[in-house]
Nanobody
């Protein structure tokens, strides 16, 4: 049974940092990604990583502030979030299975972790 479990969310002030983790079990994935969804908004792409090439892609809104990384030995993906802004407030989801910026392309999802940035 494949599972993705996120952790590391919380509340932080503007300018602060958080590191999210996504632990996968049941199989390994070449492609893993982060998405987020704010209340009343569609789920949006944050970052994606391809293990075989090290390729990464980021949403323009997070470039230079967020960094996606992987530890294959632990079958875990991370999202280091720096210089956080109130508009980063959302539920953050990890996803796996394809290298895509479109959430509907993904079959595997975690349960989500809340990130709240206060001004």
């Amino acid at each position: 049974q494949v599972q993705l479990v996120e952790s590391g969310g919380g509340m932080v002030q503007t300018g602060g940092s958080l590191r999210l983790s996504c632990a996968a079990s049941g199989r390994t994935f070449n492609d893993m990604a982060w998405f987020r969804q704010a209340p009343g908004k569609e789920r949006e792409f944050v970052a994606v990583h391809k293990w075989s090439s090290g390729g990464r892609n980021y949403a323009d809104s997070v470039k230079g502030r967020f960094a996606i990384s992987r530890d294959n030995a632990k079958n875990t993906m991370y999202l280091q979030m720096n210089s956080l802004k109130p508009e980063d407030t959302a539920v953050y989801y990890c996803a796996a299975g394809v290298y895509s910026t479109y959430w509907r392309d993904y079959d595997y999802w975690g349960q989500g972790t809340q990130v709240t940035v206060s001004s």
